[in-house]
């Protein structure tokens, strides 16, 4: 079946600091994949997405690429604010199927 | 983010209690989709109803009863929960083609807190 791993957490960065989550993901075919966003007390936003390898999503200065030959789709940005203090949730839908299976969350802690 | 609605957003129910969770998207969706969010656990798909048909049921007990109306309208009833049900229950809705082929992503509710004393 699918899987998806990401690091665990919880990561604590300064202010302006450079951000990797790392995701790899197991999944037959070519899947979609997803980075979802959950900021206290409010529910899971879309982040971005890839829908096809060598892809690039990009949102509010967060990027990943969907590398087909290492399974992965990682999660950057180059300069973190407070407000990137959340839980990152990496996901796929495998070829054929609109079901999400997600990782088990990262959270993000961003100090001044 | 108005797309997908819940209510109620807190509920704190007895063990012997019924009630239920209300879930609506504006978004023009066909698949709705209930999640259970619990502290350090993955998070848990429930139900999957893709133009009003359950497609999906995973192993979900049966004191969690799901209904779906519609196309935008989708509850979570509830009846003799045990206090392991507390939770963050999320609704979120998708597009899907007809016959479910088509990898479109989901848009969240911003969940209901359930506490079961």
């Known amino acids: 079946g699918n899987s998806v791993t990401q690091m665990e957490g919880p990561v604590t960065l300064s202010e302006e600091a450079f951000l990797t989550i790392n995701c790899t993901y197991t999944a037959t075919g070519y899947p979609s994949l997803f980075w979802y966003v959950q900021y206290p007390g409010e529910g899971l936003q879309l982040l971005l997405k890839a829908t096809k390898a060598d892809d690039k999503g990009s949102n509010k200065g967060f990027e990943a690429t969907y590398r087909k030959e290492t399974t992965s789709f990682h999660l950057e940005k180059g300069s973190v604010q407070v407000s990137d203090s959340a839980v990152y949730f990496c996901?796929?839908?495998?070829?054929?199927?609109?079901?999400?299976?997600f990782g088990k969350g990262t959270k993000l802690s961003v100090i001044p | 983010e108005t797309g997908v609605t819940q209510t109620p957003r807190h509920l704190v129910m007895g063990m012997t209690n019924k009630k239920s969770l209300k879930c609506e998207q504006h978004?023009?969706?066909?698949?709705m989709y209930w999640y259970k969010q619990s502290a350090k656990k993955p998070l848990e798909l429930m139900f999957v109803?893709?133009?009003?048909?359950?497609?999906e049921n995973n192993s979900v007990p049966s004191r969690f009863s799901p209904e779906c109306p519609n196309s935008s309208h989708l509850f979570l009833h509830l009846h003799t929960l045990q206090p392991e049900d507390s939770a963050l229950y999320l609704c979120?809705?998708?597009?899907?083609?007809?016959?479910?082929?088509?990898?479109?992503?989901?848009?969240f509710g911003p969940g209901t807190r359930l506490t079961v004393t």
């Open positions: 996901a796929l839908t495998g070829a054929g199927s609109y079901q999400l299976t």
């Open positions: 978004l023009g969706h066909n698949a």
């Open positions: 109803y893709n133009f009003k048909e359950q497609t």
């Open positions: 979120a809705s998708s597009r899907t083609s007809g016959t479910g082929t088509a990898s479109y992503e989901q848009y």
